[in-house]
Protein backbone atom coordinates (compact mmCIF):
# COMPACT_ATOMS: atom_id res chain seq x y z
CA UNK A 1 0.00 0.00 0.00
CA UNK A 2 0.78 3.38 -0.13
CA UNK A 3 3.39 4.89 2.40
CA UNK A 4 5.62 7.57 3.70
CA UNK A 5 8.71 6.94 5.19
CA UNK A 6 11.11 9.70 6.27
CA UNK A 7 14.37 9.62 8.65
CA UNK A 8 14.05 9.05 12.56
CA UNK A 9 14.82 12.14 14.93
CA UNK A 10 15.56 13.55 17.11
CA UNK A 11 17.55 15.96 14.81
CA UNK A 12 19.83 18.46 16.96
CA UNK A 13 21.39 21.30 15.15
CA UNK A 14 23.33 24.75 15.76
CA UNK A 15 21.07 28.26 14.61
CA UNK A 16 21.80 28.81 10.96
CA UNK A 17 23.28 25.19 10.18
CA UNK A 18 21.92 23.58 6.77
CA UNK A 19 18.76 21.01 7.52
CA UNK A 20 17.81 17.96 5.42
CA UNK A 21 15.08 16.18 6.58
CA UNK A 22 14.96 12.51 3.88
CA UNK A 23 11.55 11.20 2.89
CA UNK A 24 11.10 8.58 0.54
CA UNK A 25 7.21 7.71 -0.84
CA UNK A 26 5.61 4.56 -2.37
CA UNK A 27 2.34 4.91 -4.34
CA UNK A 28 0.83 3.97 -7.16
CA UNK A 29 0.48 6.43 -10.08
CA UNK A 30 1.53 9.84 -9.22
CA UNK A 31 0.81 11.62 -6.00
CA UNK A 32 0.66 15.19 -4.53
CA UNK A 33 3.37 15.77 -1.64
CA UNK A 34 3.50 17.88 1.54
CA UNK A 35 5.71 18.78 4.57
CA UNK A 36 3.08 19.73 7.59
CA UNK A 37 5.14 21.34 10.50
CA UNK A 38 3.48 20.80 14.33
CA UNK A 39 5.37 23.83 16.57
CA UNK A 40 5.21 23.09 20.07
CA UNK A 41 1.88 23.63 21.46
CA UNK A 42 0.05 24.47 18.56
CA UNK A 43 -1.70 22.11 16.03
CA UNK A 44 -0.18 20.65 12.27
CA UNK A 45 -0.15 23.09 9.61
CA UNK A 46 1.07 23.43 6.09
CA UNK A 47 4.80 24.25 5.26
CA UNK A 48 4.80 23.42 1.30
CA UNK A 49 3.58 21.39 -1.31
CA UNK A 50 4.30 19.83 -4.86
CA UNK A 51 1.96 18.32 -6.73
CA UNK A 52 3.84 16.83 -9.30
CA UNK A 53 7.17 15.72 -10.31
CA UNK A 54 10.21 17.93 -10.83
CA UNK A 55 8.00 20.99 -8.82
CA UNK A 56 9.74 22.72 -5.71
CA UNK A 57 7.70 23.72 -2.71
CA UNK A 58 8.85 26.00 -0.57
CA UNK A 59 8.02 28.67 2.16
CA UNK A 60 9.34 30.17 5.22
CA UNK A 61 13.28 29.49 3.77
CA UNK A 62 12.35 25.84 3.22
CA UNK A 63 11.92 23.95 0.14
CA UNK A 64 11.56 20.12 -1.69
CA UNK A 65 11.51 19.10 -4.51
CA UNK A 66 9.34 16.35 -6.22
CA UNK A 67 11.76 14.09 -7.42
CA UNK A 68 9.82 11.45 -9.19
CA UNK A 69 12.71 8.87 -10.30
CA UNK A 70 14.25 8.20 -6.67
CA UNK A 71 10.23 8.78 -5.23
CA UNK A 72 11.69 11.38 -2.68
CA UNK A 73 10.75 14.66 -1.44
CA UNK A 74 14.11 15.38 0.94
CA UNK A 75 13.06 18.83 3.25
CA UNK A 76 16.09 21.03 3.31
CA UNK A 77 16.42 24.92 4.69
CA UNK A 78 19.72 26.20 4.46
CA UNK A 79 19.64 28.22 8.07
CA UNK A 80 17.87 27.34 10.29
CA UNK A 81 16.67 29.65 13.76
CA UNK A 82 15.82 28.43 17.42
CA UNK A 83 12.10 29.21 15.72
CA UNK A 84 12.56 26.38 13.60
CA UNK A 85 12.40 23.84 16.48
CA UNK A 86 9.07 21.41 15.78
CA UNK A 87 7.95 18.05 14.64
CA UNK A 88 8.05 17.95 10.65
CA UNK A 89 6.14 15.29 8.84
CA UNK A 90 6.05 14.23 5.43
CA UNK A 91 2.75 13.35 3.83
CA UNK A 92 1.34 12.35 0.22
CA UNK A 93 -1.92 12.25 -1.11
CA UNK A 94 -2.88 10.01 -3.68
CA UNK A 95 -5.05 10.55 -6.70
CA UNK A 96 -8.10 8.23 -5.22
CA UNK A 97 -9.27 10.38 -2.48
CA UNK A 98 -8.28 13.25 0.18
CA UNK A 99 -6.30 11.88 3.03
CA UNK A 100 -3.36 12.13 3.64
CA UNK A 101 -0.89 9.32 4.09
CA UNK A 102 1.85 10.74 6.79
CA UNK A 103 5.28 9.54 7.24
CA UNK A 104 6.40 9.16 11.13
CA UNK A 105 7.35 12.41 12.14
CA UNK A 106 10.97 13.85 12.44
CA UNK A 107 11.34 16.11 15.96
CA UNK A 108 14.09 19.31 14.52
CA UNK A 109 15.52 20.95 17.86
CA UNK A 110 17.81 24.14 17.13
CA UNK A 111 20.30 25.48 19.84
CA UNK A 112 21.30 29.12 20.17
CA UNK B 1 -11.52 33.54 10.65
CA UNK B 2 -12.39 30.99 13.08
CA UNK B 3 -10.05 27.70 11.81
CA UNK B 4 -11.54 24.28 12.48
CA UNK B 5 -12.47 23.46 16.95
CA UNK B 6 -12.59 20.63 18.42
CA UNK B 7 -14.12 19.66 21.65
CA UNK B 8 -13.08 18.83 24.33
CA UNK B 9 -9.50 19.31 24.59
CA UNK B 10 -9.16 16.88 26.72
CA UNK B 11 -10.87 13.72 27.74
CA UNK B 12 -10.28 11.33 30.74
CA UNK B 13 -12.40 7.94 30.36
CA UNK B 14 -12.48 4.14 31.98
CA UNK B 15 -11.46 1.17 29.71
CA UNK B 16 -15.01 0.41 28.45
CA UNK B 17 -16.66 3.61 28.24
CA UNK B 18 -17.55 5.21 25.04
CA UNK B 19 -16.60 8.82 23.85
CA UNK B 20 -17.55 11.12 21.62
CA UNK B 21 -15.21 13.40 20.63
CA UNK B 22 -17.10 17.02 18.34
CA UNK B 23 -15.16 19.13 15.37
CA UNK B 24 -16.57 22.06 14.32
CA UNK B 25 -15.23 22.24 10.35
CA UNK B 26 -14.58 25.66 8.37
CA UNK B 27 -16.94 27.29 7.69
CA UNK B 28 -17.66 26.69 3.78
CA UNK B 29 -15.62 23.75 3.46
CA UNK B 30 -17.04 20.66 2.30
CA UNK B 31 -14.26 17.67 2.96
CA UNK B 32 -13.51 16.90 6.80
CA UNK B 33 -11.22 14.04 8.06
CA UNK B 34 -10.66 12.68 11.61
CA UNK B 35 -6.97 11.50 12.16
CA UNK B 36 -4.95 9.84 14.91
CA UNK B 37 -1.67 10.67 16.48
CA UNK B 38 -0.61 8.72 18.72
CA UNK B 39 3.44 7.52 19.81
CA UNK B 40 3.33 4.06 18.33
CA UNK B 41 1.26 4.90 15.25
CA UNK B 42 2.15 7.93 14.11
CA UNK B 43 -0.13 10.18 12.43
CA UNK B 44 -3.03 7.95 10.97
CA UNK B 45 -6.21 8.49 8.92
CA UNK B 46 -9.43 7.34 10.10
CA UNK B 47 -12.38 9.02 8.14
CA UNK B 48 -13.08 11.43 5.18
CA UNK B 49 -16.45 12.77 4.28
CA UNK B 50 -16.97 14.97 1.18
CA UNK B 51 -20.20 16.62 0.46
CA UNK B 52 -23.02 14.44 0.48
CA UNK B 53 -21.05 11.14 -1.13
CA UNK B 54 -20.77 7.85 1.25
CA UNK B 55 -17.67 8.73 3.36
CA UNK B 56 -14.03 6.93 3.06
CA UNK B 57 -14.33 4.25 6.57
CA UNK B 58 -10.86 2.86 5.54
CA UNK B 59 -8.77 3.95 7.77
CA UNK B 60 -11.15 3.20 10.72
CA UNK B 61 -9.33 0.33 13.65
CA UNK B 62 -12.35 -1.16 14.35
CA UNK B 63 -16.06 -1.26 14.66
CA UNK B 64 -15.67 0.49 17.68
CA UNK B 65 -15.27 3.76 16.01
CA UNK B 66 -17.65 5.54 14.09
CA UNK B 67 -18.47 8.39 12.89
CA UNK B 68 -21.12 11.10 11.23
CA UNK B 69 -21.31 14.66 9.83
CA UNK B 70 -24.91 16.04 10.34
CA UNK B 71 -26.09 18.36 7.99
CA UNK B 72 -22.51 18.65 5.86
CA UNK B 73 -20.94 20.59 9.00
CA UNK B 74 -20.17 19.39 12.44
CA UNK B 75 -18.54 15.83 13.09
CA UNK B 76 -18.85 13.32 16.00
CA UNK B 77 -16.25 10.98 15.98
CA UNK B 78 -17.34 7.81 18.38
CA UNK B 79 -15.93 5.45 20.38
CA UNK B 80 -17.62 2.75 21.89
CA UNK B 81 -16.14 0.65 24.51
CA UNK B 82 -12.77 2.23 24.76
CA UNK B 83 -9.48 0.47 25.04
CA UNK B 84 -5.91 1.95 26.69
CA UNK B 85 -4.72 0.99 22.87
CA UNK B 86 -7.33 3.88 22.05
CA UNK B 87 -5.43 6.68 24.12
CA UNK B 88 -4.11 9.14 21.33
CA UNK B 89 -4.77 12.44 20.31
CA UNK B 90 -7.70 12.90 17.52
CA UNK B 91 -7.21 15.51 15.06
CA UNK B 92 -9.62 16.91 12.77
CA UNK B 93 -9.25 18.69 9.78
CA UNK B 94 -11.28 20.44 7.17
CA UNK B 95 -10.61 21.63 3.26
CA UNK B 96 -12.90 22.79 0.68
CA UNK B 97 -13.37 20.02 -0.91
CA UNK B 98 -10.72 17.42 -3.33
CA UNK B 99 -8.45 19.13 -5.82
CA UNK B 100 -5.85 17.27 -6.83
CA UNK B 101 -2.98 18.63 -4.42
CA UNK B 102 -5.30 22.01 -4.61
CA UNK B 103 -6.97 22.27 -1.06
CA UNK B 104 -5.00 22.86 1.81
CA UNK B 105 -6.29 20.81 4.96
CA UNK B 106 -6.66 22.70 8.01
CA UNK B 107 -6.20 20.98 11.09
CA UNK B 108 -7.42 21.73 14.79
CA UNK B 109 -6.09 21.37 18.32
CA UNK B 110 -7.02 18.23 18.64
CA UNK B 111 -8.80 16.49 21.94
CA UNK B 112 -6.44 14.30 23.70
CA UNK B 113 -7.84 10.77 24.98
CA UNK B 114 -7.11 9.10 27.78
CA UNK B 115 -8.33 5.70 28.65
CA UNK B 116 -7.30 4.44 31.97
Known amino acids: GDSVTQMEGPVTLSEEAFLTINCTYT??????LFWYVQYPGEGLQLLLKATKADDKGSNKGFEATYRKETTSFHLEKGSVQVSDSAVYFCALQTNQGGKLIFGQGTELSVKP | GAGVSQSPSNKVTEKGKDVELRCDPISGHTALYWYRQSLGQGLEFLIY????????KSGLPSDRFSAERTGGSVSTLTIQRTQQEDSAVYLC??????????????FGPGTRLTVT
Open chain 1, 27 to 32: ATGYPS
Open chain 2, 93 to 106: ASSFGYKRGGYEQY
Open chain 2, 49 to 56: FQGNSAPD
